[in-house]
């Protein structure tokens, strides 16, 4: 696609259930990567992906957080059991193979656990 | 490993004048550097990047960086502020090889004053 689409925008979860989130990157971007924004913390890296593996997943802040990507396309970044500080935005981002030429992100889904 | 310093979380400016967002940064090689904006409920867009040629880059929107090696520095500048300038600015940086992945600063929130 012309940009990276995250969907959904807006998510409002009770605590204790499980969420998905979808990034689907632009076209021919290899690389693919997930952080977490939260007010006044900056950006939070979870995890990149090059192609469907996951060289790094070190930002993955508890076993309740997993990611996958399928056909070196679409990823689905999964929450387990939602805590309430798992509130934040959750960004998407791609790009070509190397981190040189700087990432496109996508608008992000602002999830909230009530 | 690489890192990035903004300071000041908050750089308020009055219309008209010079904007002067401070980044320095950490790395044991040569990086490339980046800068993005963020405007609300959006996700981040890139301004300007250097990558090892020419030392001043020129970005959108009338924003230009500087790197300076002596200084470890990327400073971005603006010589007029708008209105439309408000938003939140990242300085992000990245080895030229290697881990993939761009470290971000913690971000500085402009407000633009009237």
């Known amino acids: 696609g012309a940009g990276v689409s995250q969907s959904p925008s807006n998510k409002v979860t009770e605590k204790g259930k499980d969420v998905e989130l979808r990034c689907d990157p632009i076209s021919g971007h290899t690389a693919l990567y997930w952080y977490r924004q939260s007010l006044g913390q900056g950006l939070e890296f979870l995890i990149y992906?090059?192609?469907?593996?996951?060289?790094?997943k070190s930002g993955l802040p508890s076993d309740r957080f997993s990611a996958e990507r399928t056909g070196g396309s679409v990823s689905t970044l999964t929450i387990q059991r939602t805590q309430q500080e798992d509130s934040a935005v959750y960004l998407c981002a791609s790009s070509l193979p190397t981190a040189n030429y700087g990432y496109t992100f996508g608008s992000g889904t602002r999830l909230t656990v009530v | 490993a690489q890192s990035v310093t903004q300071l000041g979380s908050h750089v308020s400016v009055s219309e008209g004048a010079l904007v002067l967002l401070r980044c320095n940064y950490s790395?044991?090689?040569?990086?490339?550097l980046f800068w993005y904006v963020q405007y609300p409920n959006q996700g981040l867009q890139l301004l300007l990047k250097y990558t090892s040629a020419a030392t001043l880059v020129k970005g959108i929107n009338g924003f230009e960086a500087e790197f300076k090696k002596s200084e470890t520095s990327f400073h971005l500048t603006k010589p007029s502020a708008h209105m439309s300038d408000a938003a939140e600015y990242f300085c992000?940086?990245?080895?030229?090889?290697?881990?993939?992945?761009?470290?971000f600063g913690k971000g500085n929130q402009v407000v633009v004053i009237p």
């Open positions: 992000a940086v990245s080895p030229p090889y290697g881990n993939n992945r761009l470290a």
């Open positions: 790395s044991s090689v040569p990086p490339y």
């Open positions: 992906f090059q192609g469907n593996s996951a060289p790094d």
